[in-house]
């Protein structure tokens, strides 16, 4: 086979740019997913609801059979009459409706994309094919195929969200694999029980029909690039370079695949000098996993009865309140951004609390979803109720939810009550010892009281532990189950006493600031002087989310008018926004961490980057304010020059050159390790046009320098 020298772009549609970016196997991608994610999750939530068949494992039945996984590349037009040759064959995307006009019917259908695009794509469901959609999928995509009365299995994507590990059904598969369909669908077939797979239409670049074998709605790529491999140039697109690279590791980790790839393209010439790498965990609890599937907290039955008992018994699930003296007193000591009470029953604590509470009980209607993450949990009088073929995965589960700490009640004897089975509904009656055991195998446990045949304790994550994603079963290539396989980033959250390890705030400078908002209209206005540097940032890295981090009055979200961005907003002063955020692609902070306290300063500024995916923008005035605190303190508390709060951001994160202004800068901050992508985003900033008459000078009272300084010439550069 020969590779071609230079793929011919036909459609129409791809109009031909003038120039291309250069790129190589080398090359930072920086993919993003194609919708936001509260769309995914919600799409999530509508495929469990109303599509119920499921594809289940088959790896104890492996097949050496050739398998043919059908892409839409435009290398298919040359090789698709191969197809005949093979008894089973996958679909994706394009390829359904291609295979059928040439006359070959395909055994399943994968698609994991979730735009309604790719209804058209697919075109009519045919019998005799089985159709295996992702739960992400659009729901126009399954009403299409649920109306074509075909069979279909649905499975699920494995993300690290804490979101998306939530919605994820006990029980249920969530196969790994990579961001576009090819990987996934390589994962699938192994899941389903092959190994000898044969790729057509798998090239991660433009043929000679363009980017894909046939017409396709998104036809035309916002950017193209160029990539020379083993002497001969491709025309592609980091979106397949990404998939490409992608192809490797997922074969790295299933070794036990048989892959020979078809047609002439990136992939396939990357392919003759693939050499598979032998595995090697990073973390000693870092295994091969193929899919994971959360361990069921509850039996169904037991799930009905324990409703049948809150509906007729109006003492049940009340006992909650004996503690809120306990509770409000571990309030004010830890001063939580949140609050979960575990098995909340009918919910008396949250009631009682002057503050937002999320509440969780599989017992309760409209209270089952799985739970959040939280800074403090309440866990009274649950663990005694769980089935003891189930505890250790509800033991797992609260370890998931808990960020500090937890407030646990055990009682250690019989219950009064019965369930309406005649069982005691205290179903688990062992001593405090058995407990302690129990929770010390999990938990770092603090104090640990014992008296009337009650166990009151005080429990947090184990150093080093991973909260996030514990109750995870993974499942390895070769079938064997690995539980705790997966976790997800490590929060180092440990008990110090009843002390919050990181305080962002403390509540009485929090109860300044929201006089300071009340006091003055103009307070916390400052986000929207950047958004034209907002905008061109987002325009350059392709962004999909952008969190104001110390939103104020909104003013940066309102400005904001980009099509497929997602805004988010975090203050810790005003109410309604103080919940901790998701990260995001961009993170904007200005005008912000010269009025952190400075006792406060590394815990924000560790949390801060925490938050930061690809880019942050940090604006940071070094004067003194004109306005004062209402304790007589001046609004700026640091007030420190450009070099000392580079020093200090420096242990965090890296730091682009300075831009400097009159008494203020901006620096581009990145996550460590991508000190280039701030260098590349301070150039963008540079970039922006002047706004007319000084506009921008008279909006942001104290002028830059129009336009930014060359970082080279007056910007100090970051390490």
């Not at 790994?176 to 699938?188: H, Q």
């Amino acid at each position: 086979m020969t590779a071609v020298a230079e793929p011919v772009v036909a459609a129409p549609e791809a109009a031909e740019p003038t120039t291309y970016t250069p790129l190589s196997l080398d090359t930072p991608l920086g993919t993003s997913y194609c919708i936001e994610e509260w769309r995914r999750d919600e799409q999530i939530r509508w495929c469990l609801k109303h599509v119920h068949s499921r594809l289940v494992p088959q790896l104890e039945k492996v097949s050496d059979e050739p398998v043919a996984i059908v892409g839409f590349g435009p290398s298919l037009q040359d090789t698709w009459e191969a197809l005949k040759d093979f008894k089973v064959i996958f679909t994706m995307s394009g390829s359904h409706k291609f295979c059928y006009e040439h006359g070959i019917r395909p055994t399943y259908h994968v698609e994991v994309d979730p735009r309604p695009h790719k209804i058209g794509l697919m075109g009519t469901p045919q019998p005799g094919t089985i159709y295996l959609p992702a739960s992400c999928v659009h729901p126009d995509y399954f009403r299409h195929l649920l109306k074509a009365q075909v069979e279909m299995r649905v499975w699920h994507v494995f993300h690290t969200s804490e979101d998306a590990l939530r919605l994820l059904p006990p029980g249920e598969w969530s196969l790994a694999g990579g961001s576009g369909v090819g990987v996934r669908a390589m994962v699938l077939a192994r899941f389903m029980g092959y190994r000898n797979l044969h790729m057509f239409g798998y090239d991660g670049c433009y043929g000679k029909a363009g980017s894909h074998a046939g017409d396709h709605p998104i036809q035309k790529a916002k950017s193209l690039g160029k990539m020379v491999y083993d002497g001969v140039e491709y025309i592609t697109t980091p979106a397949m370079l990404a998939q490409a690279k992608e192809t490797w590791q997922t074969l790295d980790q299933l070794a036990d695949l048989k892959v020979q790839f078809y047609g002439e393209g990136l992939v396939q010439h990357i392919h003759r000098y693939y050499q598979p790498k032998k595995f090697m965990p990073v973390r000693a609890d870092h295994q091969q996993v193929l899919a994971v599937a959360k361990q069921p907290l509850f039996t169904p039955e037991h799930q009905a009865l324990q409703r049948v008992m809150h509906d007729e018994e109006p003492l049940y699930g009340t006992t909650g309140i004996r503690y809120l003296d306990v509770v409000l007193y571990i309030l004010n000591e830890v001063k939580p951004i949140s609050v979960l009470d575990y098995g909340c029953g009918k919910g008396l604590v949250g009631r009682a609390l002057n503050r937002p509470i999320w509440e969780y009980d599989p017992g309760i209607t409209g209270k089952e979803e799985s739970p959040r993450t939280a800074d403090v949990v309440i866990c009274t009088h649950v663990l005694e109720h769980v089935e003891p073929e189930c505890l250790d995965a509800v033991l797992d589960d609260l370890r998931r939810c808990i960020r500090s700490l937890a407030l646990v009640v055990v009682s250690t004897h019989e219950a009064q009550k019965c369930l309406p089975d005649g069982r005691n509904t205290h179903l688990i009656v062992q001593n405090a010892a058995w407990w302690k055991e129990k929770l010390t195998a999990k938990f770092q446990v603090g104090d640990f009281l014992v008296e009337d045949g009650l166990i009151k304790c005080v429990i947090g994550p184990q150093a080093g532990m991973r909260p996030g994603k514990q109750g995870v079963l993974g499942l390895g290539p070769d079938g064997s189950q690995k539980e705790g396989a997966v976790s997800i980033t490590p929060r180092d959250a440990v008990i110090k006493g009843m002390k919050q390890a990181d305080l962002l705030i403390t509540p009485q400078y929090r109860a300044i600031q929201r006089e300071m908002f009340t006091r003055y209209k103009g307070y916390g206005t400052s986000g929207k002087r950047y958004v034209a540097q907002v905008r061109a940032l987002a325009k350059e890295f392709r962004l999909r989310s952008i969190l104001d981090y110390g939103c104020g009055r909104h003013t940066l979200a309102k400005a904001l008018r980009i099509k497929g961005v997602q805004v988010r907003q975090y203050d810790p002063a005003v109410k309604g926004y103080e919940l901790d955020p998701e990260p995001a692609d961009l993170v904007v902070c200005n005008d912000v961490l010269e009025h952190v306290e400075p006792q406060c300063l590394d815990a924000v500024l560790k949390h801060l980057v925490s938050k930061v995916k690809q880019v942050g923008l940090v604006i940071v005035a070094t004067n003194v304010a004109m306005k004062q605190l209402p304790d007589g303190r001046n609004a700026h508390l640091i007030v420190r020059d450009a070099e000392w709060w580079r020093d200090r951001m420096l242990p965090f994160c890296e730091v682009g050159p300075l831009c400097m202004g009159q008494d203020q800068f901006l620096a581009i901050i990145t996550p460590k390790g991508q000190a280039d992508r701030a260098i590349t985003a301070t150039t963008v900033l540079r970039s922006v046009p002047t706004t007319p008459k000084g506009e921008l000078e008279a909006r942001l009272h104290l002028p830059l320098p129009t336009p930014l300084p060359d970082p080279l010439a007056k910007c100090e550069k970051g390490a």
